[in-house]
Structures are given as C-alpha cells and as structure tokens.
C-alpha cells in the first residue's frame, strides 16, 4: 500500500536573485553562504528568511572562483577561517574573513587625457587644464587590480554628470564627454563592491575647463553695457520721437490759439491784444498763488495761458453792434453778450491739445457769491482756471482803452478789484493779483502810459468824440457804484471785456 507524502511550503523566497542553487553554509549566526551554479552568493540570513529584498555579494570568476560548484556534494570547513568547496576542476579553498573586496589592492590613475586628438601630458598632481576652443575630451582611466577578482569600476564627473556610470573593469574603456561647458569639475573613479551600491576605494582628479571669450565674466560686462547703451539709445529715440510728435501737436495748437485769440481780438481794434494781456496776466496770478504741485507746475502754466488767450472765443458770435455799442446794454443785448460763455465752450468742447481750455471760456464770467452766468456755481465750485481768469480779464477791461471809452484811472480800477473780494472773486485769487501790484511786477503807471501813449495817436476828432464818451460813460460808474452788488458783474454791462 502507498504512502503519500505531503510537503508543506514554509517561506516563499522569490526575492533571491538566481535559481539554480545546491547548497548553503552557515557562516555564522547573521551570514550565510549560497552556493549554486553562478558562484556564491553571501546574503544576510534573516534578509533571506524574511523573503523580501536581499543585499547580497557574489563570489564568482570575477571575484577569482574561476571554476563552477559541484551540485550535490559536500563542503568542508576546518574551522581556521579556511572552506573547502567541490569543484570541477578541484577543490577550492576559501578564506571566509578576506573573501570581499575590502582587500585594498587597487590602483587607480588617468592612464591619458586626449584634447580634439591632441594628447595631453597628464599631471599626477594638480588640475587638468582643458583650454578654450575644446570640444572634445577623452580620458583614458587605468586600474591597477592586485588581486585575481573582477571588481566594479564606477566613474562620474561631477558637475556636469548626473548619476554614477557602473561597468565591470574589463568593460571599462575610455570615456569621452563632447561640448563641456566652462567652468571646474570633479572626475571621480571608484571601486565598487559586487552590488554596484558601496565604494570602496575612489580616487579624484580636477577638471577645469576655461570659458570661451563669450562666457567670460568680462565679455559678459561689456554685453550687458552695450545692451544697456542700446536699450538707452532706443529708449531716447522713442521719447524723441513722441517729444518731436509732441511739440508739433504743442506748436500747432499755439499756433492754433495765437489765431483764435487774434480773431477774437479783430472784432475791435480797441481790443487789440486783450486776450494776450489777461493770459500774462493769470500766469502772473497763479505763480503768485502757487496753486499747482511743482511736478505739474509748468504744464499747467502753460495750459491756463493758452486757456486764457482763448477766453473769449464765443464773441466771434457776437455782433459786433453789441461789442462796440457806447452806453449801457439793454437786456436783449446783455443776454447776447452773455452767451459768448456758453457759446466758446461749445466751440472747444473737443479741443484736447489744451487742458481745461473750458474751464476758463466757460467759467470766467462766474462770481465767488454764486452769482455769475452761466452756471451760477459758487466757491470752489467754480473751476480754478476760471476763478484765476476772471480777476485777469476784469483789470485788463477796466484798464484798457474801448471804443466807446479810454481806460478807466488808477484809483477806481483798483478800488472796483477790492471791492469784488470774496463776492465777484476769489480772494486767494485777488489777493495774489494784489501782491503783484505791490510789488510792481504788474506796473500800473506803466500800463496807464501805454495807455494814454495810444490815447495820443489819436487823431482830433476821434479824441473828442471819446471826451464825450468818457463823460458818459463816467456816469455810468457812478450810476453802478450806488447799485447793488448783486447787479451783473462790473466788466460785462457798463464795462464790457
């Protein structure tokens, strides 16, 4: 009768790394000897028990076992360090304390270094120089192995290599790198053990391999100047450009303002340079004031004089009966004056080359008390090219000599200026104008002279149709003083400007 034997799987060892094994001897209690058809392999036991990943080392041909185990026979250890193993040529004897590869009998040298096949005189102690122009270098590393094993070479350059090269040493040939940036390296040479995992021995040599002329620190400078002079010379260009665009945009609309102002100026040639006289006039006023930020200072100088010369550009819509007409103006007439406010924005709504332009065609016919044309608007409300322009245009009018009257004197012009302080003006506004006066920068006896210098070119019979006029028209003042101040202002009815 048969008997069945049952076999029972105790540990399932699929990590160890060959298959075809005969035997194991026990080292001691942490090593253990593997041997099979490939060599010996000498593995941790309990790495081996467990069954998961094992380190091992394998003693075979290269490691100088330069025959195969007999399967199926027996070792023999005499218990001197000495294990007597089967063979097929013999029996071989291994010393189980100096089996591995820490025996150091290496020696490891850079046997040649060839430059673009130039070969280069290798130094046994300091850098290997490797000179501009050289794309191509090939080292030739020799090991001196004193021992009958085959250990692992290994070779990495750092700095520039990424991960170690592994080859066994007969594999190991030269080794050529191609385009080696500038710059200091680090060749390394090594000794491995049988795993490929832990150096041995290793040996070091220097590389340093000069900069082309481009990647030198100082080329590098004189790019970056002459980039940055470039970028500069480009940089000028484009705001000479936009300047050159700019001033030709500024010229035109000087050019396109000096007109309007004359044309105004045209509808009577008692007027003449009135417009002129009340932009010099709120430049004056507003340094005085020092009302802009000086980052804004000569922009905004510049816009309030142009604003200024164009003040009354709504008259070119005004008849000139109602312009030149001696005497008081009825309310159908007071109202067509009136518009040229209204009438001027209208025209420079889309004028952009001037900043505020309407600020001051609009707004200069505005009181302080709010009770100006055409908006009614009080204070601050009122825009400041206007406030500044209002104060200007009503000393040039009542300073200038008129078709239907010369320039009124000295002592009324000025009191008229004060007494419309915070009702008819802005006080910061006339206040500045003021200073000005005192300190003579605006020259009243200078005006006056001019004034009566036109006065004397006059021919007889215009002086005495103006003697009447001025008569007349002296009566109106005194007529407007005793009037109430909430009566128009003092330079548009009896006083046009």
Not at 111 to 131: C, F, H, K, N, Y
Not at 238 to 257: D, S
Not at 279 to 304: D, G, H, K
Not at 412 to 423: D, L, S
Request: a negative charge; hydrophobic letters at 35%; proline letters at 3%.
């Amino acid at each position: 009768m048969s008997q069945a034997t049952a076999c029972v799987i105790l540990n399932r060892m699929d990590k160890f790394p060959y298959f075809n094994n005969y035997d194991i001897w026990v080292k001691d209690e942490d090593t253990l000897f593997v041997m099979s058809s490939a060599g010996i392999y000498v593995v941790e036991r309990d790495e081996l028990v467990e069954g998961g990943e094992i380190a091992w080392e394998l003693l075979d041909a290269r490691r100088g076992l330069g025959t195969s185990l007999t399967a199926n026979s027996w070792n023999y250890y005499n218990g001197n360090g000495e294990l007597f193993l089967p063979c097929d040529t013999g029996a071989y004897i291994i010393d189980v304390e100096k089996y591995n590869s820490d025996a150091r009998s290496y020696r490891m040298q850079l046997e040649s270094v060839v430059l673009d096949g130039v070969m280069q005189p290798v130094s046994r102690t300091g850098a290997i120089s490797i000179g501009q122009g050289v794309s191509r270098i090939e080292l030739g590393p020799e090991i001196l192995n004193y021992t009958i094993q085959e250990p692992n070479v290994g070779y990495f350059l750092e700095g520039y290599d990424t991960q170690w090269t592994i080859v066994p040493q007969s594999s190991l040939n030269n080794i050529i790198y191609v385009n080696l940036p500038s710059g200091k390296f680090t060749f390394h040479l090594a000794i491995l053990d049988s795993a490929g995992k832990r150096v041995l021995e290793e040996r070091k040599f220097e590389l340093i391999k000069e900069g082309e002329f481009y990647e030198q620190q100082g080329f590098l400078i004189y790019m970056l100047v002459i980039l940055s002079l470039l970028l500069v010379w480009f940089t000028l260009f484009v705001v000479q450009r936009q300047l050159h665009q700019q001033q030709i945009k500024i010229n035109m609309a000087n050019e396109t303002v000096m007109a309007i102002a004359k044309s105004v100026d045209a509808k009577d040639v008692r007027t003449h340079q009135h417009s002129m006289r009340v932009a010099e006039y709120s430049v004056l006023i507003a340094e005085e004031m020092r009302c802009f930020p000086w980052w804004q200072r000569t922009r905004a100088l510049a816009n309030l004089k142009k604003a200024a010369q164009m003040h009354d550009i709504g008259k070119i819509g005004v008849p000139d009966s109602v312009l030149n007409k001696v005497g008081r103006l009825d309310d159908g007439e007071y109202a067509k004056m009136k518009s040229h406010v209204v009438g001027g924005a209208e025209i420079l709504k889309d004028f952009t080359l001037v900043e505020h332009v309407v600020d001051g065609t609009r707004y200069h016919h505005e009181r302080y008390d709010g009770k100006g044309y055409p908006d009614g608007l009080k204070g601050e409300e009122i825009p400041l090219f206007g406030r500044i322009i209002a104060v200007a245009d009503a000393f040039d009018a009542m300073t200038s000599n008129r078709v239907y009257r010369n320039h009124m004197d000295t002592d009324y012009v000025m009191n008229e200026m004060k007494r419309g302080r915070g009702t008819q003006f802005d006080p910061d506004a006339l206040d500045a104008f003021l200073r000005l006066v005192d300190k003579g920068v605006i020259d009243l006896d200078k005006i006056y002279k001019q004034k009566s210098e036109e006065i004397q070119k006059m021919d007889d019979t215009t002086k005495k149709e103006l003697e009447r006029r001025e008569k007349e028209d002296k009566q109106i003042q005194k007529d407007n003083m005793k009037n109430d101040e909430n009566s128009p202002s003092l330079d548009e009815k009896g006083g046009k400007s």
